[in-house]
């Protein structure tokens, strides 16, 4: 079945420190590749997406994303976190060509210490 | 910009009354998503439309109706409300072209069955 998996319920980093959340999913084809991330009581927001070509992926707000087949992964990264970037992070996949089948990993919430 | 628009943002309901979530976007989107969010479980896909006068079901569509009777608007209808029900719930649309692809989301209904 195809699923999509966040290891990492909840992580803590220092301001300024650097970020990797998990994701890995199981499709039979590869997937496109989705991150999105949600505020506190607010909706979800598009951080990045991967189509296809280059396997390292600019988002916004200093995210970045690499595609790697062989490990069936797509792990978000950030060099510097900020305190603002504090939220739940949802990794989501969906096969080619359906619109309407979308799925989301449970979730990485993403505490930032002072 | 409106973008999408939930409302009631909160409710409560007693077991068996019913009950219609109202969304609307202004973008001129085809697709339009309602999604249900548990504590810890990600979202969950449960009826979308990709166009006017077409619905199709998602995941978890069971005690869930929708209508889409106009390009703006997908209203999802709880009829005979259960406490399994409880959740917050997600409009969300997006346009039609793949490269483009991205997921607007309204602010969400946090929905209470007693």
């Known amino acids: 079945a195809q699923s999509v998996t966040q290891p990492d319920i909840h992580i803590t980093v220092s301001e300024g420190a650097s970020l990797e959340l998990r994701c890995n999913y199981s499709y039979g084809a590869t997937p496109y590749l989705f991150w999105y991330v949600q505020s506190p009581g607010q909706g979800l927001q598009l951080l990045l997406k991967?189509?296809?070509?280059?396997?390292l992926v600019q988002g916004i707000k200093g995210f970045e994303a690499e595609f790697k087949r062989s490990q069936s992964s797509f792990n978000l990264r950030k060099p510097s976190v900020h305190w603002s970037d504090a939220a739940e992070y949802f990794c989501a996949a969906r096969g080619g060509g359906s619109q309407g089948n979308l799925i989301f990993g449970k979730g990485t919430k993403l505490s930032v210490k002072p | 910009n409106a973008g999408v628009t939930q409302t009631p943002k909160f409710r409560i309901l007693k077991i068996g009354q019913s009950m219609t979530l109202q969304c609307t976007q202004d973008?001129?989107?085809?697709?339009m998503y309602w999604y249900r969010q548990d504590p810890g479980m990600g979202l969950k896909l449960i009826y979308y439309?990709?166009?006017?006068?077409?619905?199709d079901k998602g995941e978890v569509p069971n005690g869930y109706n929708v209508s889409r009777s106009t390009t703006e608007d997908f209203p999802l209808r709880l009829e005979l409300a259960a406490p399994s029900q409880t959740s917050v719930y997600f409009c969300?649309?997006?346009?039609?072209?793949?490269?483009?692809?991205?997921?607007?989301f309204g602010s969400g209904t946090q929905l209470s069955v007693l």
């Open positions: 991967y189509f296809s070509g280059d396997t």
């Open positions: 969300a649309s997006s346009t039609v072209e793949e490269w483009d692809e991205k997921l607007f």
């Open positions: 973008m001129n989107h085809n697709y």
């Open positions: 439309s990709v166009g006017a006068g077409i619905t």
